[in-house]
């Protein structure tokens, strides 16, 4: 299996949004020209191993989403949640929790019912 520039471009411009970055202010910390990473965030260029390395580094992102993505595959869902009760007052993150708990509560309920064979009648 090759590495698909697009899917890395992607994260890479993920991570540089999540960091409040633009791509000259990126290029310049990782010591690459903003045309270099237009190129990378397009998928039109692939970074060497030390331009990754200090992507990597200097973002914050694992390189496994890119690498491994049928490993990460709740993990982008989780951020995008993480970012949503961000901005959540401490009374709604209460809320949430609250909700979450007895969502999961309900649906284990629901999916052991389903898992259970039905009744014969006798």
């Known amino acids: 299996m090759e590495l698909n520039p697009k899917r890395l471009g992607g994260a890479i ?3 540089r949004l999540e960091n409040n970055l633009t791509q000259e202010e990126l290029a310049e910390r990782v010591d690459i020209a903003t045309v270099h990473m237009k190129q990378l965030e397009a998928g039109s260029r692939k970074p060497s191993v030390d331009v990754l390395y200090k992507l990597a ?19 982008e869902l ?14 709604e993150l209460h809320v949430i929790y609250s909700t979450m708990i007895e969502l999961r509560r309900i649906l284990s309920s629901l999916q052991s019912q389903e898992a259970q064979p039905p009744e014969r009648p006798e």
């Open 57 to 75: 580094r200097f973002l914050n992102f694992s390189v496994d989403a890119v690498f491994f993505p049928e490993r990460t595959e709740g993990r």
């Open 13 to 15: 411009k993920n991570a």
């Open 78 to 91: 989780q951020r995008k949640i993480e970012r949503s009760l961000n901005s959540c007052s401490l009374h």
